[in-house]
């Protein structure tokens, strides 16, 4: 018994070195040379080098009290209040009366805030993404937004609508997901053309 005994410790240790030491290590060593910035998180800085996020988190663009800041594109509503932690859906399904109300509060939010009729405020406005953390909106969303953005920066919405086209990407491979714009990054662009 005493045998086995060691031997299974033996076997516990080399086992705890190989794959909860020397196998991470390689593969981050490894990703730090193929992909270093995916191998970081993804970090996107601003323009003084500080970190304000990451390409693949969505975050609010509020003020103190939760409110929206009209000078900015607003995300898709988040769950978990974009907190990683807190990263899910609200579980709430199709035929929940408690889904259906947050989506016509929200629904009238976003119109009012945009300045646009109901009619135009596309889904993922007012709906959360599965994670609750999804980094990009659909082109419809972020068009919507485009004349609330330029009148809070006093620029012409052309120009906004610009930079849009920046931050717009296509389907994965070509034909995989949708079209999305990644509101971090045109944020930034935003920050950087007009201050």
Do not use: C, K
């Not at 989506?103 to 994670?131: I, K, L, W």
């Amino acid at each position: 018994m005493t045998r086995q005994l060691l031997a299974s410790v033996r076997a516990l240790l080399l086992a705890t070195v190989v794959l909860g030491l020397a196998y991470p290590l390689l593969m981050t060593g490894f990703a730090q040379v193929a992909v270093p910035g995916r191998a970081d998180g993804s970090l996107v800085t601003s323009a003084d080098g500080t970190v304000v996020g990451s390409s693949l988190l969505g975050q609010g663009f509020v003020d103190s009290a939760g409110d929206p800041l009209p000078q900015y594109f607003q995300s898709r509503p988040s769950a978990g209040d974009w907190d990683g932690a807190a990263s899910g859906g609200s579980n709430l399904g199709p035929n929940s009366p408690e889904l259906a109300s947050a989506v016509a509060e929200r629904r009238s939010a976003v119109a009012s805030f945009n300045g646009v009729p109901e009619s135009q405020v596309p889904d993922d406005a007012v709906t959360t993404s599965a994670s609750g953390l999804d980094p990009d909106i659909s082109p419809a969303y972020a068009a919507i937004q485009v004349d609330r953005v330029a009148a809070a920066r006093g620029v012409p919405p052309s120009e906004v609508q610009a930079l849009v086209q920046q931050a717009t990407h296509g389907r994965d491979l070509g034909f995989i997901g949708a079209p999305g714009v990644d509101v971090l990054e045109l944020n930034l662009a935003l920050d950087r053309a007009f201050g």
